[in-house]
């Protein structure tokens, strides 16, 4: 016999809770399962990672973030806070529970369900590899809630040696790289931050970005200045106009790249790497788009949606958070322009109106 209940949200990341309370609040059950922890997307992170959002950007459910420096939060603490607000509003969150199969019924959906060892992304996904699970018991749900998020996989650049144990797509606690030599492929936020906090933790790195120059508008002001007079000092060594080609033990040739016609050129050089970090971005996993039938549209396959409560084209069917990105080259949703999302979504599962439908156009939402 099957369990029932009225909602399931799948990801029991920050809008996933947050949605789960906002249901609760109005008197609708609802349940949130994850692949993996809490928060399980914040554990990538090297520790002491700090986000670039303000607390109250962050913070969920009228809950304020608390830090002992009144400085922005961590990875770390941020998932603590997301515990905390689970625990207070008593939410019902079964974790390390991944959904396997969705078929529709005549009142809702049969969602299988399966133990997971870890969650959805991440290095440890990437070394799961296709794998197909099988359903160790079913829910019946009325409505379904997907906050799955938009950073599953890391996006491969198909170079020879990319698989090598030595090469990464994720930065590792920053010790591991003490007197080591790191290539960083790369030259968003993330690789920025990278090297700079690599080169103080005492490695030598080179950078090997395929532009000029660092865009204004791809990293963040504060990082910015700090990188390029790093680089100016000689700190880290810089290898614009560069793409990597081949990755082998101890070293990897770059070639040229001319950004005008968006090919390599002839021009070969090898910097010498005892851990190479390509920090190229993240791809979203859409399975669950595709097995529930939600359509998908243009470059970034975004789950088409009705902006005013956040339904797709699947009656019951719902997404919320950096989900209605789709599979995005460039950020555009962030936690703290998704809380709308939940309110919208409660609001429409209880048939009510949510308080900024007034403000919403309908169709694909590029900004909330």
């Known amino acids: 016999m099957s369990e ?29 399962v994850d692949a993996g922890e809490i928060g399980a997307t914040f554990g990538w992170w090297a ?7 303000s607390p109250e950007r962050l913070a969920i459910c009228g ?5 002992a420096d009144q400085g922005k939060c961590t990875g770390e603490q ?27 019924t005549a009142d809702g959906f049969a969602v299988g369900l399966a133990t997971s060892a870890h969650g959805v992304g991440g290095p440890a996904e990437d070394a799961r590899g296709a794998q197909a699970d099988r359903a160790e018991r079913t829910i019946d749900v009325a409505n379904v809630v997907l906050a799955i998020g938009n950073m ?24 591991r790289y003490f007197g080591r030599r790191v290539l960083i492929v790369g030259a968003k936020n993330s690789a920025v931050e990278a090297a700079i906090r690599l080169f103080r933790a ?12 660092f865009d204004s508008k791809r990293v963040k002001y504060w990082l910015k200045p700090e990188i390029e007079w790093l680089i100016k000092q000689g700190h880290i060594e810089w290898q614009p106009h560069t793409v990597p080609v081949e990755i082998t033990t101890g070293s990897v040739t770059l070639a040229g790249y001319d950004t005008h016609s968006g090919k390599m050129t002839d021009a070969r050089s090898t910097v010498e790497a005892d851990d190479v970090l390509l920090l190229t971005g993240y791809a ?32 019951g069917v719902f997404v919320a ?48």
Do not use: K, W
């Open 4 to 32: 029932a209940v009225r909602t399931l949200i799948v990801g029991a990341g920050p809008i996933g809770i947050e949605t789960a309370v906002r249901l609760q609040q109005r008197g609708v059950d609802a349940l949130v």
């Open 47 to 53: 520790p002491s990672t700090r986000f670039f959002s």
């Open 63 to 67: 809950v304020p973030i608390v830090t």
């Open 78 to 104: 941020y998932r603590d806070y997301l515990r905390s607000v689970v625990q207070q509003f008593g939410v019902d969150v079964r974790t390390f529970t991944r959904v396997v199969a969705i078929d529709r």
């Open 152 to 175: 599953h996989r890391a996006r491969t650049i198909g170079v020879a040696g990319e698989h090598l144990p030595h090469v990464s797509h994720y930065l590792e606690d920053p010790h």
């Open 202 to 213: 005492g490695a030598h790195v080179t950078m090997s970005y395929r532009g000029e120059a």
């Open 284 to 315: 979203q996993d859409q399975s669950l788009f595709e097995t529930l039938g939600i359509t998908c549209e243009g470059s970034a396959a975004r789950p088409v949606h009705d902006a005013a409560t956040m339904e797709t084209n699947v009656p």
């Open 321 to 368: 958070g950096t989900a209605c990105a789709g599979d995005m080259t460039r950020a555009t949703h962030f936690i703290e322009n998704c809380h709308v999302h939940a309110e919208r979504i409660a609001a429409a599962i209880a048939g009510e109106r949510a308080h900024d439908a007034d403000t919403v156009t309908y169709g694909v939402m590029e900004e909330s």
